[in-house]
């Protein structure tokens, strides 16, 4: 399962992360790293952006972003 497809008010664990080159590097300086939980909080509409808190921090991210995060 991916980010983009948890429910909102779940939280999970991140398992890998599948992207490559900068798209993985901008998705681990928001400190997405394997291991780490992610609460969603909110998702659009149309599923684009998604509103995340991972380590205390609320932050968006991209549709196509979070598919490339697979969770538990």
């Known amino acids: 399962m991916t980010l983009k497809e948890v429910a909102c008010g779940r939280t999970v664990k991140v398992k890998k992360l599948t992207g490559e080159g900068p798209v993985k590097r ?27 808190t991972v380590r205390g921090y609320e932050l968006s991210i991209r549709k196509a972003d979070a598919e490339m995060v697979e969770v538990e």
């Open 26 to 52: 901008r998705i681990m300086d928001m400190g997405i790293t394997k291991g780490i939980d992610v609460f969603v909080r909110k998702v659009a509409p149309l599923g684009d952006p998604i509103e995340v």
